[in-house]
C-alpha cells in the first residue's frame, strides 16, 4: 500500500516569488509519480510525472519536481510564479506492481498574491 | 483527440435515491478508473475498468457499482444515497501500460439532500 502527504495545506506566495510545494510518499515497492492541478470547479490536469530515467522532471509552463527515493520525496517547484498559477495541486503516486489506482495527498492550495 | 468527458456536470439527489454517473474515455485508453473527491479532501479511488471487468477496487461499499462498455466508456451506479455521497466523482481514462497515466474528465458534482 502506498500513501503521500503534503505537509502544507496552504502556501501564499507573491507574484514572481519561488515557491515549493511539498510531497512525501511511502511504498513498499517502487513507485510512479505525479502531479496534477485543480483550478475552482474543475476536474484533474496532469502537471507533470515521474516514470522512470531523470529524476527531475517539468512542465511546459515552467514547473518541475525532483524524484528523490532516498528522502521518499517529489517536491513541485516554481522560480517564478503567476497570478494564473493560484490553484489547489495534488500530489499522486501509484506502485509498479499489478494494483493501478492513484493515491492522492490531500493537496496544497496555492494563492499567488498581486 | 477527444479527452475525457462526463456526464451530467452537476445533479441533486435525496437520500435513499439512486444515481448513474456517465464517463467517455479519451480515445486509444482501455481503462477507466473512478474517483471519489470529497470537499477539501484529495481524491479516493472507488474501482477501475479494463476490457470490461473490475480490475480492482477501493475501500467503497458493494452499493457502488461500475459498468464499461465495448467502446471502453463506463457508468458508476451508487444505489440507496447517503448525505456522506456529496462529492465530486472523476473519472480517469488511461491506456493499461506498466507506465500508464491517468488523464482526468471535468467531474460530475453530487449534492445529496
Known amino acids: 500500500a502506498q500513501s503521500v502527504t503534503q505537509l502544507d495545506s496552504q502556501v501564499p506566495v507573491f507574484e514572481e516569488a519561488p515557491v515549493e510545494l511539498r510531497c512525501n510518499y511511502s511504498?513498499?515497492?517502487?513507485?510512479?509519480l505525479f502531479w496534477y492541478v485543480q483550478y475552482p470547479n474543475q476536474g484533474l490536469q496532469l502537471l507533470l510525472k515521474?516514470?522512470?530515467?531523470?529524476?527531475l522532471v517539468e512542465s511546459i509552463n515552467g514547473f518541475e519536481a525532483e524524484f528523490n527515493k532516498s528522502q521518499t520525496s517529489f517536491h513541485l517547484r516554481k522560480p517564478s510564479v503567476h497570478i494564473s498559477d493560484t490553484a489547489e495541486y495534488f500530489c499522486?503516486?501509484?506502485?509498479?506492481?499489478?494494483?493501478?489506482?492513484?493515491?492522492f495527498g490531500s493537496g496544497t492550495q496555492l494563492t499567488v498574491l498581486p | 483527440e477527444t479527452g475525457v468527458t462526463q456526464s451530467p456536470t452537476h445533479l441533486i439527489k435525496t437520500r435513499g435515491q439512486q444515481v448513474t454517473l456517465r464517463c467517455s474515455s479519451q480515445s486509444g485508453h482501455n481503462t477507466v478508473s473512478w474517483y471519489q473527491q470529497a470537499l477539501g479532501q484529495g481524491p479516493q479511488f472507488i474501482f477501475q475498468?479494463?476490457?470490461?471487468?473490475?480490475?480492482g477496487r477501493g475501500n467503497f461499499p458493494p452499493r457502488f457499482s461500475g459498468l464499461q462498455f465495448p467502446n471502453y466508456s463506463s457508468e458508476l451506479n451508487v444505489n440507496a444515497l447517503e448525505l456522506d455521497d456529496s462529492a465530486l466523482y472523476l473519472c480517469?481514462?488511461?491506456?493499461?501500460?506498466?507506465?500508464?497515466?491517468?488523464?482526468f474528465g471535468p467531474g460530475t458534482r453530487l449534492l445529496v439532500l
Open positions: 480517469a481514462s488511461s491506456e493499461q501500460t506498466l507506465q500508464e497515466t491517468q488523464y
Open positions: 515521474y516514470l522512470s530515467g531523470s529524476t
Open positions: 475498468y479494463y476490457r470490461e471487468e473490475e480490475n
Open positions: 511504498s513498499s515497492v517502487s513507485v510512479y
Open positions: 499522486a503516486v501509484r506502485g509498479s506492481g499489478s494494483a493501478r489506482q492513484l493515491t
